[in-house]
């Protein structure tokens, strides 16, 4: 278990998160940036349930640091529709079964995370029929590259839902408190 002001992330948004690194053609690039044993922490991310998520936020900055932003909302693009997507693909079509909108996958993301990162709270508070701000709730202050990676989280809810979208607005607070205003069309 994590310390009280720590979280983890589950071996395979780990191996996710190496898998869409490696396809992105990011990965080769960053682990030589590395020394020998930050880049075997990544050879085998499935050897244990559990990571302490300093692996993935090391990752994910040495790939921003050496590839841009751009590469890392991509990886957090892909890690979701790749990765966490399908082990969660029943509850996405349940939401989404009569037809909803990005803000059926919203409301449900605090269950839909579960696999992927302990403790995390995440709310939807609704705004209007395609608008709404996501709150996200780490129990420690996050490095850039966490909410740079939900960018493309974001982007993947608006594709499944075929509902043109963007981020408003986008803050981190103190303790890990990111939001996220949204919009998106009919």
Known sequence: MPEHDSYELSAAYMNGLVSAARSGGFLDGALITMTEL???SYQQP?????WDARYGEHLAAVVGEVFGEWALEQVGYTVVAEVMGPLVKAQIEAALATGAGPEALFARLNDLAKPAVRPLHIGWTSAS???GRLELRYPRELKKETQVLWRGA???AFEITHRPGKIVAEAQGP???LTYQLDWTR
């Open 38 to 40: 930050e880049r075997a």
């Open 46 to 50: 499935a050897r244990q349930p559990w």
């Open 129 to 131: 029929a395609t608008a």
């Open 154 to 156: 974001i982007r993947y």
């Open 175 to 177: 303790a890990g408190h």
